[in-house]
């Protein structure tokens, strides 16, 4: 599971953001101090930080220069609600990935995530749909806590769309994927398939992207 450290000392918003991304399936640790952020870092491995600027003890900015300096590479997000262009340039030169603004959106948030963790190469055990979350390592599709009946051929198709999710997959890959050697995939067929599993998840998670393939919209 996907580990994420959120350092942030706005109780309220650090504990809005901790309930937001355990519920997208994310294994989360939360702190409010700088001093104690660094800790959690030497003592634990993180795959994202989660990182306000502005905390007692030790600033994000001196927390993440100072783990940069003891070559702690784990990809870092600030969440700040400075504006100005010279905080933002300090930002990035400690070693920042990204940063949002404050008040985050949460599904801005999201995407950023995802699209940080896919560019880092880390893949998602659990991947949340809606009200549905998908096991890739067991390929499990669930709603609560019943399971979701799915063919092989959709739970192919769903595993390859969870991959990297927000990230476009051409019909090629899919076909080159979903049938075997002996088999003749069909444009036709694909199309059936993503329609049955757009019924299962809701068809506004899978966008259709003309001309190229299919893209899992989280």
Known sequence: MIKILIAEDDLLFAQTLEDFLSEEGFSVDLCHDGAEAETLCYENRYDLLLLDINMPSLTGLELLQSLREGENRTPAIYLTSYKDKETLLKGFATGADDYLRKPVDLDELRMRIHALLNRTGKRLSCVQIGDLSYNRAEQVLMK?????????????????????????????????RLWGWDESPSDG?????????????GK???????????????
């Open 144 to 176: 609560g806590e019943t399971p979701v009946a799915l063919s092989q051929k959709l739970t192919s198709l769903l595993d390859i769309l969870t991959e990297k999710p927000n990230s476009i997959v051409t019909k090629e890959q899919i076909k080159e």
């Open 189 to 201: 067929a694909l199309r059936v398939y993503v329609n049955e599993l757009k019924k299962i998840l």
């Open 204 to 218: 506004t998670y899978i966008e259709n992207i003309k001309g190229r393939g299919y893209r899992l919209a989280l």
